[in-house]
């Protein structure tokens, strides 16, 4: 068990073949696992919310353009647009390979 610092009283369990610092306690990569978890998790909402039947709202919200403009200077940005950065895709074949469950499963696996 590793206490972490700041004061906290909780202990994470870590594996053991976690890497060691030059003083014996083992490293945490907080901040890398916990980018990967949410590309993990936002790439499965995705391929959810492909696989939704038309009429949902969440869907209409993801996939359709929506009007109005954002504050001078400032580019206008999607919820979609990481999904295709980290993908290297277009939306468009994002959105098929998603219809694919196993397909969609190796797609996130391989982003993570």
């Given amino acids: 068990m590793v206490r972490p610092k700041g004061g906290s009283h909780r202990t994470v369990a870590l594996p053991l073949n976690t890497p060691l610092d030059t003083k014996g306690h083992r490293k945490i990569q907080l901040a890398e696992t916990l980018l990967q978890k949410v590309i993990q998790r ?64 190796a797609i996130v696996t391989m982003a993570c």
């Fill in 42 to 105: 936002k790439l499965r909402l995705f391929g959810h919310i492909c696989r939704m039947d038309d009429s949902r709202k969440i869907k209409t919200l993801v996939f359709e353009m929506m009007d109005g403009s954002n504050r001078k200077g400032r580019p206008h940005r999607e919820w979609s647009d990481d999904i295709e950065q980290w993908c290297g895709a277009t939306l468009q074949e994002l959105s098929h390979a998603a219809l694919f469950t196993q397909r969609w499963a």
